[in-house]
């Protein structure tokens, strides 16, 4: 056998292995990532907000509703759900029972495009250039969902302002429809808010929408959709975001401005047509909320970690 047939041998095997893990084994390892973030006024007690995104939910994955359902045991004082819970017309039965112990406790939402469309084939060369055409697959029942997200208790902050208790912190909300569509309009609620803590919900991560969120003085915003690349090199991470922020930015927390934070979830799931994870597992985050550090307005947060595969 020649250098040259060698060579293509061990490209086919070394692909198909991949292939195997990441479709096999990578994207079924549920694993609870865990981040500081200092976004409270001086003086606060801790907060914990458990944030999941980008569940991709079809009939069946038993395992992923069995691991989500038991993330209640974390006991969160706040859920964010940013979007994109939906894969298939047949899963809102299958989200509410992954998500039914957590719609006990305070609980905000907003949709993301795999919300209201359905899942389509497509060339996964599309996600390595920017693109502003949208290929819907067909409507999906998002209003059913959101009804029993509402009747559950859970406040939908698609384009609203909204303030909660929660363990005695009075907390600001706002959020706007899924940019990923052009569907945000956050003009429509911008301005500052006077609260403990004040939070931006949106699916995608675009600059324009966390820029005009920072402008208002917003601590923290949560997002999802890029699932922190799907796809990640070691050494070099995230290969695209889908999405206007840079690849540093495609999970976890980082600063936004001189002020605010930002978290993007890595979310849970994947496309039916593209079910591969590499080097990038389905996540949920568990955030602790700590105070501001006295007198410094750069402080750093923790690097989000791993705390282990849930089971």
């Known amino acids: 056998m020649n250098s040259l047939a060698r060579l293509a041998i061990g490209a086919v095997t070394t692909g198909a292995a991949g292939i195997a893990y990441s479709a096999g084994y990578e994207r079924r390892r549920w694993t609870l990532r865990e981040a500081t973030v200092p976004v409270l006024p001086e003086g606060s007690r801790p907060l914990t907000i458990l944030h999941v995104s980008d569940l991709h939910l079809t009939p069946g994955q038993e395992s992923k509703k069995r691991w989500v359902?038991?993330?209640?045991?974390?006991?969160p004082d706040l859920v964010v759900d940013t979007g994109d819970n939906l894969a298939h017309p047949r899963a809102v039965p299958g989200v509410l029972a992954a998500l039914g112990p957590l719609l006990d406790k305070p609980g905000l939402f907003v949709f993301g495009s795999n919300d209201y469309f359905g899942p389509t084939p497509k060339n996964p060369a599309r996600y390595l250039r920017s693109s502003d055409r949208r290929i819907h697959g067909e409507p999906l029942p998002w209003r059913d969902l959101r009804a029993a997200f509402v009747e559950r208790g859970w406040q939908?902050?698609?384009?609203?302002?909204?303030?909660?208790?929660?363990?005695?912190?009075?907390?600001?909300?706002v959020g706007v429809d899924d940019p990923h569509l052009s569907l945000d309009r956050y003009d429509s609620v911008s301005g500052p808010m006077t609260a403990d803590l004040r939070l931006g919900l949106t699916h995608s991560p675009e600059p324009r929408v966390l820029d005009g969120m920072a402008a208002d003085g917003v601590d923290l915003v949560l997002a999802g959709h890029t699932h922190?690349?799907?796809?990640?090199?070691?050494?070099y991470g995230a290969i695209v975001t889908n999405?206007?922020?840079?690849r540093s930015r495609a999970r976890g927390a980082s600063r936004w401005g001189a002020h605010s934070w930002l978290h993007v979830s890595a979310g849970m799931g994947t496309s039916p047509y593209a079910p591969v994870r590499f080097a990038c597992p389905p996540e949920a985050s568990l955030l602790t909320l700590v105070p501001r550090p006295a007198g410094s307005g750069a402080a750093r947060t923790t690097p989000a970690r791993a705390a282990g595969t849930v089971r």
């Open 243 to 246: 999405c206007g922020i840079d």
């Open 69 to 75: 359902a038991e993330l209640a045991a974390l006991d």
């Open 228 to 235: 922190g690349g799907q796809l990640r090199l070691p050494g």
């Open 156 to 173: 939908d902050a698609t384009h609203q302002r909204l303030f909660l208790d929660v363990d005695g912190r009075r907390i600001g909300v």
